[in-house]
């Protein structure tokens, strides 16, 4: 028997909650999980911000545990090994996308780590704020030894969804890069473009941040509460990762892109982007989006995390603080993830 936590209902807050996890499967892996991350998404889908969901919810795709058994054909893990799991657990393994490492992408959809039925079409996907896991050993990646794991957790989310886009356009030195939003994910958005050399930017709409911002190597940091201050920013980057979780008038960030720069959508409101057109081709400027990373991508960012000692500044949490982690999150005053010490389950 599986211990966790789960919201049964939209509006009930979460509980403990007992469930059977799969028995394994030749290929598969179980693990004893040691963290979770509490991802901002995670309190979208409880609360049905996104649409409806599936009840009982077990959230949580921020996975860091530790191997205890193998299925008969697993060749990537051995028991002890200290594995990582993230948002999503499988895909249709045989599309363009699958078959080049970007299952995000994949064309029959990724099946999420939790609120969502598993491939069979029948069983239900019950999510990391447990105390263990089962894993097709495909859809897990190897975790470094040497960083603290409460640390490693929020990279499995937050840390790839920001390390991807960062590398899809090609932050280095030279680059102008501004992160909105030091919550959770800009956070690592910081600590990843400083570490690629890029000059990073916070724009947030909380002063009392500024000081860690710096601490975690960005070289400025402007809270955007005036039209001076977007006035200040006029054309001055080349790239915006726009993490922030609430509704937003994007063309104001817009105009701060220089020609042919990128905002690149990330949080995920719940309302569409109203985007002046004179704003984009005035300057060419462009606006993408960016899901998370694939399978390849979670294992070179996790590399990157070793080699550069980078982790997640985490504030750690027994199970019975969920339901206060959520409403701490909503209100932007968290220092910059909750993780949740699965040993409280
Ligand atoms: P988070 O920890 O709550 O951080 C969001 C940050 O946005 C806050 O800390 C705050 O930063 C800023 N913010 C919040 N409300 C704001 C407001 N009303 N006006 C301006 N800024 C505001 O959330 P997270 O876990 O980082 O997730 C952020 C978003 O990304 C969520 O929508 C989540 O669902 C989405 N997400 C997307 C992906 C993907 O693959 N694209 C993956 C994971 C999550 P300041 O205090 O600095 O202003
Ligand atoms: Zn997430
Ligand atoms: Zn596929």
Redesign the pocket.
């Known amino acids: 028997m599986s211990k966790g936590y789960a919201a049964l209902t939209a509006e009930a807050p979460l509980e403990p909650f007992s469930f059977e996890r799969r028995s394994l499967r030749d290929s598969d892996v179980a693990l004893d999980i040691l963290f979770a991350g509490i991802?901002?998404?995670d309190i979208?889908q409880v609360r049905q911000e996104w649409g409806p969901s599936l009840f009982p919810m077990v959230p949580g795709h921020e996975i860091v545990g530790r191997v205890t058994a193998i299925g008969s054909s697993v060749s990537k893990f051995a028991v002890g090994d200290l594995i990582g799991v993230g948002v999503f657990i499988d895909s249709c393994r045989k599309c363009p996308q699958c078959l080049s490492g970007l299952q995000q992408y994949c064309v029959e959809g990724m099946t999420g780590t939790y609120n969502t039925l598993e491939r069979d079409g029948s069983s239900v996907a019950y999510g990391g704020y447990s105390d263990s896991f089962v894993i097709d050993e495909g859809y897990a990646v190897t975790v470094p030894e040497t960083l603290p794991l409460e640390g490693v957790a929020p990279l499995m989310?937050?840390g790839v969804?920001l390390y991807s886009p960062l590398k899809h356009w090609k932050a280095g030195p030279g680059t102008r890069v501004a992160v909105m939003?030091?919550?959770?994910?800009?956070h690592m958005g910081v600590k990843f473009a400083h570490a690629l050399g890029a000059h990073v930017t916070?724009l947030?709409?909380?002063e009392g941040?500024r000081a860690d911002a710096l601490a975690m190597g960005a070289d400025a940091f402007v809270v955007m509460n005036s039209d001076a201050a977007f006035a200040g920013l006029a054309n001055s980057f080349d790239l915006i990762l726009n993490?922030?979780?609430?509704n937003?008038e994007l063309t104001k960030y817009l105009n701060l892109l220089d020609v042919d720069g990128t905002l690149v959508v990330?949080?995920?409101?719940t309302q569409p982007y109203t985007v002046g057109a004179g704003t984009l081709l005035g300057k060419r400027r462009s606006i993408g989006g960016?899901?998370?990373g694939g399978i390849p991508e979670l294992q070179e960012m996790l590399d990157f995390c070793g080699k550069h000692n980078i982790v997640s500044e985490v504030e750690v949490i027994a199970a019975d603080y969920i339901n206060t982690a959520y409403d701490r999150?909503v209100a932007?005053d968290?220092k910059y993830r909750f993780v949740i010490d699965a040993s409280t389950f």
């Not at 939003?181 to 800009?186: D, H, M, R, S, T």
């Open positions: 991802c901002h998404s979208h989310c937050a969804t939003g030091l919550g959770g994910l800009g916070v947030s709409h909380s941040k993490t922030v979780s609430a937003l990330i949080g995920l409101p960016s899901m998370i999150t932007s968290v």
